[in-house]
């Protein structure tokens, strides 16, 4: 198996398993709404307005499985036809997944648990989420290959803030028990501040070969 075959494999089903928590959560919340579940204070908000959560899984789901193989190298570079329809789609989804969120942090009832402060950090996020993609797309629109891949991957790296929110929350619910406010709010936080680190380090890692390529260029150039 070569590297970029291992990759290629390696990659997209990391995303994917981490994906897999909130793409279940979207789907048992679809599940209660199709099936006619009982309508208890958790839920109430999603039967009174069920369009925007029934999108919100939806197209999160796409974008999160769907987006894990744009980072197969490989896979990529083969098709790249399949990259830039597929590209479209997850532009979409990403949008429709973003703009969703905002709308029920803004217009849907708050839960016990969810105070202004990570209604905050919710509205920050889902907002950098839309403007990262906007910046991706009007960058390939310009055929600047590395800023479409940096904002997408920052872009990619917010939506699947709720893979990484299910470790962070988790792991604290086993140590300590169930968090206040506070703690929901740092936690949730954390978890996107981890995703955008690495995003960072993605971005700076793929950067080192085009960068000493135009190192060589320059010294070649200087030599003539």
């Known amino acids: 198996m070569t590297s970029s075959t291992k990759w290629d494999k390696l990659i997209p089903a ?4 981490f994906s897999v928590i909130p793409v279940l959560g979207g789907a048992q919340r679809l599940a209660e ?3 006619g ?4 204070p958790e839920n109430a908000r999603f039967f009174a307005s069920p369009v925007p959560v029934v999108l919100h899984a939806v197209t999160l789901s796409v974008y999160t499985i769907l987006g894990a193989f744009q980072f197969a ?3 990529r570079r083969r098709r790249p036809g399949w990259h830039r329809a597929a590209g479209r789609l997850l532009v979409l989804c990403g949008l429709l997944g973003a703009l969703t969120g905002l709308w029920m942090t803004v217009f849907y009832p708050k839960p016990a648990d969810v105070g202004a402060l990570l209604t905050g950090f919710r509205l920050v996020f889902g907002t950098a989420w839309v403007v ?4 991706g797309f009007a960058a390939i629109r310009r055929r600047d290959v590395t800023g479409h891949r940096a904002w997408m991957i920052r872009g990619f790296a917010i939506g699947l803030g709720g893979g990484t929110q299910a470790v962070t929350l988790g792991t604290w619910l086993v140590a300590v028990g169930t968090p206040d406010r506070l703690a929901k709010a740092l936690l949730m936080l954390a978890a996107w ?3 955008l680190a690495v995003a960072e380090w993605i971005i ?4 080192l070969p085009t960068r000493a390529a135009a190192k060589v260029r320059v010294t070649l150039e200087e030599t003539r």
């Open 33 to 35: 709404l199709g099936g």
């Open 132 to 135: 990262f993609i906007v910046l």
């Open 193 to 195: 501040l981890i995703n």
């Open 204 to 207: 700076r890692r793929q950067a």
């Open 73 to 75: 190298p490989g896979f």
């Open 14 to 17: 990391a995303i994917i398993l």
């Open 37 to 40: 579940a009982e309508i208890t």
